[in-house]
T-cell receptor, first 112, second 112 residues
Framework: EAGVVQSPRYKIIEKKQPVAFWCNPI?????LYWYRQNLGQGPELLIR????????DSQLPKDRFSAERLKGVDSTLKIQPAELGDSAVYLC??????????FGPGTRLTVL | RKEVEQDPGPFNVPEGATVAFNCTYS??????FFWYRQDCRKEPKLLMS???SGNEDGRFTAQLNRASQYISLLIRDSKLSDSATYLC?????????????FGSGTRLQVQP
């Protein structure tokens, strides 16, 4: 069974540039999560989708971050404009209902 | 106080040793608990769920103490391949706000 797919795996941009990350969850998983993980820290939830509805976006910095999951399957997370402090690993995860989450390999973002 | 607290370690143990990690959580309404394992520069992977009655999976035993609000992970007969960071995850009520919280992780280094 294919796992969570994310792209790109690595991204290097200059500050103030836009960037987008893509995630395709495990087939059939209705819940999708975007996390940000800084070095030496655990993942921090940015947004959680139940199907196409964002049910928890309280930690998403809405001035520069946006996300969508239009058809309830794959999802895109965007940052515009990026700041130096946005450098981190962006992880996507999916789950079936309230079960354990399965993570993708992440996108390692470096903002110069 | 952090919602989920873990001793960052590192725990340096010899092969064959038994090692235990604890994790404390602040929200008494938390409903689900998990342990994840994360290898260096890799995504977190679900190790095991933690049930109220305690559960065991091979060399790994997880326990939950709701009264004291902590969960534990015991690893018996440590292997070199157990070297990783172990993340405690606490899931609250699904009201949408901060439903999922990761600890910062405890690093384990098993030495030959």
């Amino acid at each position: 069974e294919a796992g969570v797919v994310q792209s790109p795996r690595y991204k290097i941009i200059e500050k103030k540039q836009p960037v987008a990350f893509w995630c395709n969850p495990i087939s059939g998983h209705n819940t999708l999560y975007w996390y940000r993980q800084n070095l030496g820290q655990g993942p921090e939830l940015l947004i959680r989708y139940e199907n196409e509805e964002a049910v928890d976006d309280s930690q998403l910095p809405k001035d520069r971050f946006s996300a969508e999951r239009l058809k309830g399957v794959d999802s895109t997370l965007k940052i515009q404009p990026a700041e130096l402090g946005d450098s981190a690993v962006y992880l996507c995860a999916s789950s079936l209902g309230r079960g354990g989450q399965f993570f993708g390999p992440g996108t390692r973002l470096t903002v110069l | 106080r952090k919602e989920v607290e873990q001793d960052p370690g590192p725990f340096n143990v010899p092969e064959g040793a038994t090692v235990a990690f604890n994790c404390t959580y602040s929200n008494s309404a938390s409903q689900s608990f998990f342990w994840y394992r994360q290898d260096c520069r890799k995504e977190p992977k679900l190790l095991m769920s933690v049930y109220s009655s305690g559960n065991e999976d091979g060399r790994f035993t997880a326990q939950l103490n709701r009264a004291s609000q902590y969960i534990s992970l015991l690893i018996r007969d440590s292997k070199l391949s157990d070297s990783a960071t172990y993340l405690c995850v606490v899931k609250g009520v699904d009201t949408g706000r901060r439903a999922l919280t990761f600890g910062s992780g405890t690093r384990l280094q098993v030495q030959p």
